[in-house]
């Protein structure tokens, strides 16, 4: 705790924030349902609650993205009116948004400097907003080149990117939705590194992630919310990940892991001395060549950015690769539309999903059938099968516990980890031959994490070839057969589970190959 | 004959004239180039130039003030930008849909004040050309370049300020946001609706400016339906020029010296039907286009309306 009366920026600090029975309805759904929800200065609350339990949307309604139905919000003990973003902005409130909100045609530092007054009047600083995206940069840790376009860098990178413009424009209470998400471990822990500096300055953090073990470990307080009603606030110091579990869910989970070992059958999935390009024109993926066999769950680990987009978008038709073939059942792929590899039964369960696994403006349903509309029995001679449609879209709903008022809403007013199993509904019950998958429980609750992994254990123990990509060590652990660790686009070793440790993982992550150890 | 179009006069000519026609199509594709930057499709740009065109002819006859008559052109271009920024952003009328309305509207609405207020066939006087000093000397080109009328001039200059403004101004930066990622923009606190009105009226105005040029300083003279077409082929310019200042100019006189080819193909009675000179650069519209889409990207939420819910 600090005593000091202004924050670094220089603003006064938010001591305390309070959500007072706050209801929002949309239609068909009650997203918040009279929720009290406070957050102090010096401290980290963190909120929690299955997909579609209304985080977001409490959040939305204190950065004025959303009007609440009722209740009242107080700062500082005053009751404030917040119609707006740019109210909530002036009012000190800050927010990483779950789903990126960036442009993706300008570069950092335009979009941090997006809405700011300029030091130049009318004229842009950019050469001034880049120093201080440095100067942010260095000061927490967050590397990033500010004349970057956004569409040239990872995901992870992208969420920096959010942080830094948040930071930089001084808030004193700050919105994290899910911003672990899409962070490799080491990422993760160099942002506790920064929320415990802000902590120490006196700002007030909102945290929300799926992840027990990191609310558990840099909360001081817990909400949590189920079905858009408020369960309970306790101090962090008081609970366990078991009873934040029980608490979230309403009932005992348990974590699965251990998959017992099957012989891999034939190879299914390959790439020979695959060379491509990546978006920034540097080399994407340098002379890269794998095997996945059926029955096997082959797991890409790397700190993102060092080529897994293009591994999963070069293997699914969608990058052309500048040298080497590429493999789907012995045949040679190479050059194929994804149309056709999906005709040849390959899923792929993209990274972004929002932005390539599916149409916001489709219903759920027309997203379920998007791979397979053309096929029996969800089409005959062009026509839709409605009737049939609708009984595999429920079923996948039911399957995959999709928190949604119909099949016929509309897929982008989900809740976030909602829209993920949606995607994955829809490429996991398909019964593939092989499937490339790209951070597959990434935003998902534990419950659906669970699920999802059974489902790819399931799919492997019944002779699919499995490419799992994650930055999620845990994930790689818990599921693969082999892992292959991926650094700068080269692959630096291929190790079996059994021999592969955290360290020699980590250190191969790190760039570091020890040949004595593997040759 | 043929060989008459390879001599050095003609080739003068044609750049002449081509500079000179290019003034209407840049400052209605550098507006139009605003609003779809920002995200909004103006399709209504010929309604809007024949509106400036009329008005601005109207009031330089009665008044005889050519500035008043640029001015009133312009404000009526505005004035359709403004209606059709609210159709649009605040109803969220499907765009395509809306500025065919708007042309239509001009189109009527312009015949309709002409038979009325004018009747017949009646000229201004027009701006006169400057020789700007010195460089008008230049010997051939001087006089080509540097020897023309005052919106000839603005309407070039028009292309480095936009870039300017588009590029290193803050609110270029919005612009360019709102029409790539309107939600994103929005976080940020920056109005997305009030940008969309701002490029619709600033579209509207360059637009009527755009009428004005025709029918007060390269023809002097008003007719119904005047613009031909033009304000469509500013419209493609837009495409053509992916979105960049720069690029609509080059597209701009492009467009325009093929219509002074067409034009100089005419008086030189060089026998090709002149049906066939007139369709040139309509053709050329088409094929440029086609060649020149599937290499360049649309803004992102072009055509989309915003809604915050
Ligand atoms: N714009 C919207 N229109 C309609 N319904 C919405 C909208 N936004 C959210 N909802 C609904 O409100 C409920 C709560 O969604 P919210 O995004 O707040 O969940 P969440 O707790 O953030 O979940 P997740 O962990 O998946 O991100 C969901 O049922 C969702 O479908
Ligand atoms: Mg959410």
Known sequence: MTDSKTLPSGRTPITAMEMRQITKRFPGVLANDSVDFDVNGSEVHALLGENGAGKSTLMKVLYGLYQQDSGDIYINGQLVKINSPTAAIKLGIGMVHQHFMLVQTLTVAENVALGLPSSRGPLTDLDAVSKRINELADTYGLRIDPDAYIWQLSVGQQQRVEIIKALYRGAALLVLDEPTAVLTPQEVDELFVIMRQMVKDGYALIFISHKLHEVVEISHRVTVLRNGKKIGTRPTSEVTKQILANWMVGHEIEFITSTEKIDPGAVRLAVKNVTCDSDRGTVGLDDVSLEVHSGEIMGIAGVSGNGQRELAEVMAGLRKPTAGRIYLEGDDVTGCEPDELTNRMLSYIPEERMRDGMIGSFTIAENMILREHKKMPYSKYGFLNLKNISAHTDQLIEQFNVKTPSQKTMAKSLSGGNIQKVVLARELSRSPHAIIAAQPTRGLDIGATEYVREQLIKQRNGGTAVLLISEDLDEIFALSDRIAVIYEGKIMAILDREEATREKVGLLMAGVKQEEEYA | ?309
């Open chain 2, 1 to 309: 004959m043929i060989s008459d179009l390879f001599s050095i006069t003609v080739f003068l000519g044609i750049l002449s004239s081509g500079i000179r026609l290019a003034t209407p199509y840049l400052f209605a594709s550098v507006g139009e180039a605003f609003s779809q930057r920002s995200g909004i499709l103006n399709l209504g740009v010929e309604g809007q130039m024949l509106m400036g065109a009329f008005t601005a002819f109207y009031v330089a006859l009665n008044t005889d003030s050519l500035w008043l008559g640029v001015l009133a052109g312009m404000a009526v271009g505005a004035l359709m930008g403004l209606a059709m920024g609210f159709v649009t952003i605040h109803l969220h009328a499907q765009q395509g849909i809306s500025g065919i309305g708007f042309y239509l509207f001009g189109l009527g609405m312009s015949n309709l004040l002409f038979q009325l207020l004018v009747g017949t066939v009646e000229t201004v006087r027009g701006f006169p050309r400057i020789a700007l000093p010195l460089i008008s000397q230049i010997p051939v080109f001087g006089n080509i370049f540097f020897n023309q009328n005052i919106l000839v001039y603005l309407a070039f200059l028009l292309v480095p300020i936009s870039w300017y403004v588009l590029n290193k101004t803050t609110l270029g930066l919005k612009i360019r946001a709102v029409g790539e990622n309107p939600q994103a923009a929005d976080s940020l606190g920056v109005s997305v609706n009030r940008i969309r009105y701002f490029t619709t009226i600033l579209g509207g105005t360059l637009s009527g400016l755009s009428g004005a040029s025709l029918s007060i300083a390269l023809l002097n003279v008003f007719q119904q339906g005047m613009t031909a077409g033009q304000g469509f082929i500013a419209v493609a310019l837009v495409y053509f020029g992916a979105w960049r200042p720069w690029g609509v100019l080059a597209g701009a006189l492009l467009f325009s010296l093929v219509n002074g080819l067409q034009l100089w193909i005419q008086v030189l009675g060089i026998p090709i039907p002149s049906e066939f000179a007139t369709m040139m650069p309509y053709v050329l519209t088409i094929v440029v286009l086609t060649a020149s889409l599937s290499k360049v990207r649309a803004p992102a939420a072009l055509t989309k309306p915003f809604e915050r819910e």
